[in-house]
């Protein structure tokens, strides 16, 4: 009794698991994910506002791509939403981090010599 209960439990888990398998969507590695203003602002922290006003302005923030597409019913294509490389906002971001000042408290024993 107890081995059919397993096995039971074993394939109601299995068919769970492939039930649940098929509503979830596998993430897009990052390397070449495209990213939207809002996947920006929550990356950056920020606003979808200011990222929209201060942050994709910026001269040295990576240029978006346009993916053209045709209006619903028409001939024309339409100006398309920006996108932006994921991993080329997240250097953008890195290309700010401040490097922190040594102290003397935190100077390198050689440096306390040279002093």
């Given at each position: 009794m107890a081995e059919s209960s397993n096995a039971f439990s074993s394939e109601l888990v299995d068919q769970l698991a492939l039930a649940v398998a098929e509503h979830v969507?596998?993430?897009v590695p990052l390397n070449v994910a495209l990213w939207n203003?809002?996947?920006?602002?929550?990356?950056?922290?920020?606003?979808?506002?200011?990222?929209r006003?201060?942050?994709?302005?910026?001269t040295d923030f990576?240029?978006?791509?346009?993916i053209p597409s045709m209006q619903s019913g028409g001939?024309?294509?339409?100006?398309a939403t920006p996108l932006w490389e994921a991993a080329e906002v997240i250097a953008w971001a890195r290309s700010y981090k401040q490097r922190a000042k040594r102290?003397?408290?935190h100077a390198s024993p050689q440096t306390l010599r040279d002093a």
């Open positions: 969507n596998a993430p203003v809002e996947c920006i602002a929550r990356y950056l922290m920020r606003s979808i506002r200011v990222v006003e201060r942050i994709v302005v910026q990576p240029a978006p791509i346009r001939n024309e294509l339409t100006q102290t003397a408290r």
